[in-house]
């Protein structure tokens, strides 16, 4: 244990502290529920008092959760009543994914509420994100609310019995009432020609007081600098979504609070978990009482990346023919993402041993530092995942995840394994540790590049390797961080490997929809 981390750790608990008065002082009270309904497992977040004149049902996007969409919830929670729903297949849901399941359990929702006599279809606004928003448009062959709200709308899903192709999904028959679409400046370039295409349907924007009262008004609206996720983060979005039911349906949801306390005890709440890291860090690998001596032929080599491009190319190529772990996983675009590690890492980890490379291996498979890897890995998946699965995403595993995860980590463990023998071991020098650390995002950006080759090239679905990309890096930063701070404690590669691919099991069972 060094004074450094020590002195890191205490300020990591006083901003953890911190962060934790924050989000309960600005957290509204909030209900949560589960009912089943003709066969549809319906688990909803409710904000906001019975009484409300106004209501909404939020629909979140494809990967998503009910929690992505708290923070617009809350700006509409003021004076209306939010039920924010999960998806199948989608956070705390236990039900299998797909696009016909989705629609057909958000109608079943829509429905039930309506019978219950918790919404009125003439007071309801329909709001949806991405999938959700395709989702709420849809809906107005069912149900004439009093507005939609359509964010990044999606229209396209998996060809039946190809699921590695996608086809358009039909239009309603009618416009929806009042609707406005929402796009972003950086949208992905097909979201924006669904918009394109439902404004030459509606023969083009009004939105004037009389359009409203003729339930017939249509605006289409593109946000500067915004991305397709920031979107439901944005407080000019929320701003211009409250503008929009105001017209629609003459209550002005009050904003419920600023977003700024929560945004910065968030990040206050991750900034402290990484600054407790090394001191447990420490803790449990001197625990382990075994560092072992660093062999002097294991600085690492650029031939790996020689052969990368090529193990990832075939891994890519590979499921076009058949998902290799489609039947063993069965999540939506994550078996595709962990059938590429595995493919990519076995390849490689096959050319290392034949080529030599992987003698520090070899010697580092010492059982109480892969051990201390493995504690390691699950501490910071628990810590992380409980943070955000307070306020902003469902990262906390249920039972069918939970049987995901503990597939996934030996599935994906040759990539980490052959990364760490690329990488070689942690330099001391900071410029070295620049290359290394140049190394390992070339790495990674090679197997990104090989995925958005077969989805923009070869037209595979794989849409979510490119629409996750920012929190894959962030991902993949943060994991790398931990991977050396395990190595470096321990020199182990074995170790090192072992956390990652806890790490990388637990964000690919987490994000993607059980299918």
């Not at 397709?228 to 629609?248: E, M, N, P």
Request: with cysteine.
């Amino acid at each position: 244990m060094k004074r450094g981390e020590l002195v890191c750790a205490t300020i990591g608990l006083a901003a953890l502290a911190l962060a934790a008065w924050l989000l309960a002082a600005t957290s509204p009270p909030r209900r949560e529920e589960i009912v089943t309904v003709s066969g549809c497992e319906l688990r909803m977040t409710i904000l906001g008092r019975d009484d409300a004149r106004a209501k909404a049902v939020l629909f979140h996007g494809l990967t998503a959760n009910r929690r992505t969409m708290l923070q617009l919830g809350r700006t509409l929670a003021g004076q209306m009543q939010v039920f924010i729903l999960d998806h199948p297949g989608h956070g705390d849901s236990t039900q299998p994914f797909s696009y016909e399941r989705a629609e057909a359990c958000a109608a079943t929702a829509v429905n039930w509420l309506e019978q219950q006599g918790r919404i009125r279809l003439e007071n309801t606004a329909l709001i949806g994100h991405s999938m959700g928003a395709g989702i709420a448009i849809r809906l107005a062959d069912q149900f004439p609310t009093a507005a939609t709200v359509s964010i990044s709308t999606a229209m396209r899903k998996p060809v039946v019995g190809n699921p590695l192709r996608l086809e358009p999904v039909a239009l309603p028959r009618r416009m929806p009432v009042n609707l406005f679409l929402i796009n972003a400046e950086y949208d992905w370039l097909e979201l924006k020609e669904v918009s394109r295409r439902m404004v030459h349907a509606a023969g083009g924007e009004r939105y004037d007081a009389q359009d409203f009262d003729q339930r017939r008004a249509f605006r289409w609206e593109t946000f500067r600098g915004a991305t397709h996720t920031s979107l439901i983060f944005d407080s000019q979005v929320h701003a211009a979504i409250r503008w929009w039911i105001d017209k629609a349906m003459g209550s002005v949801p009050t904003p419920d609070g600023s977003l700024a306390p929560r945004i910065l005890g968030i990040v206050a709440g991750l900034a402290g978990l990484l600054l407790v890291f090394p001191l447990v860090a420490s803790l449990v690998c001197g625990a382990s009482g075994e560092k072992q001596a660093v062999p002097a032929h294991a600085a690492g080599s650029w031939t790996a990346f020689a052969v990368w491009p090529a193990a990832a190319l075939v891994a890519v190529l590979l499921q076009f023919r058949f998902t290799t772990l489609g039947p063993v996983v069965r999540m939506y675009s994550g078996d595709y993402l962990a059938s590429v590690l595995m493919v990519v890492g076995v390849v490689v980890m096959v050319w290392q041993v034949r080529a030599r490379h992987a003698v520090p291996l070899q010697t580092n498979w010492g059982l109480k530092a892969v051990a201390a890897g493995a504690l390691l890995g699950m501490a910071a998946m628990l810590a992380f995942g409980g943070w955000l699965n307070w306020q902003i995403t469902n990262t906390w595993l249920n039972a069918p995840r939970w049987w995901r995860f503990t597939v996934l980590v030996p599935l994906v463990l040759p990539y980490f394994v052959a990364e760490e023998i690329a990488l070689g071991v942690p330099p001391s020098a900071w410029l070295a540790r620049a290359g290394r650390f140049a190394r390992f995002l070339t790495l990674r950006a090679i197997l990104w590049l090989a995925m958005a080759f077969g989805l923009f090239v070869l037209g595979s679905a794989q849409v979510l390797m490119v629409l996750l990309v920012i929190y894959m890096v962030a991902f993949s930063i943060a994991q790398r961080a931990g991977m050396d701070a395990v190595r470096r404690r321990t020199s182990s590669a074995a170790a090192a490997a072992v956390f990652g691919a806890i790490l990388a099991a637990w964000f690919i069972a987490a994000v993607f929809p059980i299918t």
